[in-house]
């Protein structure tokens, strides 16, 4: 992937911290101090007719019960509210410190410091985990909507957020489903999307067959690379066809290749890759039963 996509040095706060404090309902009354002798009996009797003792009639107090409490709805909305403000100015504190001077993107220099706090190398199978959970389009490269969707995301707002996320990114990239997400992602992701690429350079697939497959690697997989390094065929890029259909053929071709047919819908490559990879086994035995022989001759001659 290049030195570029990038030890958690600066902690700072994660996604969804709530301070909102909810106002109170309750309403205090004013107790009337004066008690007239003229009107009642005593100053410790209960008040006459509907006036309770706090001064307060009857039918008022059953009125202020029924009202339901002020702070229900808009005090919690202001709460998630002020908290999402909170943690999106805590997503472009962290984008300011590794974008670019002159344009407003995160660059190969800025990936390098980046990967750097993360503690990964720019290299590593989470890097292109991060890439793909923020939908970037291009490497070494994060735009800011990129990185504040990609933030968002995760639930991550700081270094030591995105830290703790990567567990959890791994075991999705692990399912099925997400697997292909990612795979047919990383296609994209390795194209040149400003010199309007449609393949892959064979060394840049190479690369990145190895990086995809680091948690769930075929048994077919190091041939297949063998093969395309050995290049019999001089292909010279990989196209979008070849590299999904590949997922497919790890899928359903056995490692001994000896269910896989011609006669089905496979890119011409994979029939070449056949051909070649069971030329290459027949060659291995051959040299292997020639070495025996000649072992147990000579074995023979030493014992006569």
């Given at each position: 992937?290049?030195?570029?996509?990038?030890?958690?040095?600066?902690?700072?706060?994660?996604?969804?911290?709530?301070?909102?404090?909810?106002?109170?309902?309750?309403?205090?009354?004013?107790?009337?101090?004066?008690?007239?002798?003229?009107?009642?009996?005593?100053?410790?009797?209960?008040a006459p007719g509907d006036i309770l003792v706090n001064g307060?009639?009857?039918?008022?107090?059953?009125?202020?019960?029924?009202?339901?409490?002020?702070?229900?709805?808009?005090?919690?909305?202001?709460?998630?509210?002020?908290?999402?403000?909170?943690?999106?100015?805590?997503?472009?504190?962290?984008?300011?410190?590794?974008?670019?001077?002159?344009?407003?993107?995160?660059?190969?220099?800025g990936m390098e410091r980046f990967c750097n706090d993360l503690c990964v190398d720019p290299t590593e199978f989470k890097v292109l985990v991060l890439a793909w959970k923020f939908q970037a389009a291009t490497?070494?490269?994060?735009?800011r909507k990129e990185f504040f969707e990609g933030c968002k995301a995760i639930n991550a707002d700081s270094i030591d957020g995105i830290c703790a996320r990567f567990p959890s990114l791994l075991n999705e990239a692990k399912q099925e489903d997400k697997f292909k997400d990612l795979y047919r992602f990383t296609?994209?992701?390795?194209?040149?999307?400003?010199?309007?690429?449609?393949?892959?350079?064979?060394?840049?697939?190479?690369a990145l067959w190895k990086l995809v497959f680091t948690q769930n690697k075929p048994p077919i997989l190091d041939q297949w690379l063998h093969f395309l390094i050995e290049n019999p065929s001089g292909i010279k890029g990989i196209s979008r066809d070849t590299w999904n259909m590949f997922l497919n053929f790890t899928q359903v071709i056995g490692p001994d290749l000896s269910n896989y047919s011609e006669d089905e819908a496979w890119p011409s490559l994979?029939?070449?890759?056949?051909?070649?990879?069971?030329?290459?086994?027949?060659?291995?035995?051959?040299?292997?039963?020639?070495?025996?022989?000649?072992?147990?001759?000579?074995?023979?001659d030493e014992q006569t």
């Amino acid at each position: 992937m290049g030195q570029c996509v990038t030890k958690c040095k600066n902690p700072s706060s994660t996604l969804g911290s709530k301070n909102g404090e909810r106002e109170s309902g309750s309403k205090s009354h004013s107790k009337r101090s004066v008690v007239h002798k003229d009107d009642q009996g005593s100053s410790c009797g209960k008040a006459p007719g509907d006036i309770l003792v706090n001064g307060t009639k009857k039918t008022d107090a059953a009125v202020e019960a029924s009202q339901p409490p002020m702070f229900s709805g808009d005090t919690k909305k202001d709460s998630v509210s002020s908290a999402e403000e909170s943690s999106l100015q805590r997503i472009g504190e962290l984008f300011r410190r590794y974008k670019d001077e002159r344009e407003d993107a995160i660059l190969e220099e800025g990936m390098e410091r980046f990967c750097n706090d993360l503690c990964v190398d720019p290299t590593e199978f989470k890097v292109l985990v991060l890439a793909w959970k923020f939908q970037a389009a291009t490497m070494c490269k994060f735009t800011r909507k990129e990185f504040f969707e990609g933030c968002k995301a995760i639930n991550a707002d700081s270094i030591d957020g995105i830290c703790a996320r990567f567990p959890s990114l791994l075991n999705e990239a692990k399912q099925e489903d997400k697997f292909k997400d990612l795979y047919r992602f990383t296609f994209q992701f390795g194209l040149d999307s400003e010199e309007g690429q449609r393949s892959l350079h064979r060394e840049i697939a190479i690369a990145l067959w190895k990086l995809v497959f680091t948690q769930n690697k075929p048994p077919i997989l190091d041939q297949w690379l063998h093969f395309l390094i050995e290049n019999p065929s001089g292909i010279k890029g990989i196209s979008r066809d070849t590299w999904n259909m590949f997922l497919n053929f790890t899928q359903v071709i056995g490692p001994d290749l000896s269910n896989y047919s011609e006669d089905e819908a496979w890119p011409s490559l994979f029939d070449t890759f056949v051909e070649w990879e069971m030329e290459r086994r027949k060659k291995e035995e051959e040299t292997k039963c020639i070495t025996s022989s000649d072992t147990e001759g000579l074995c023979a001659d030493e014992q006569t």
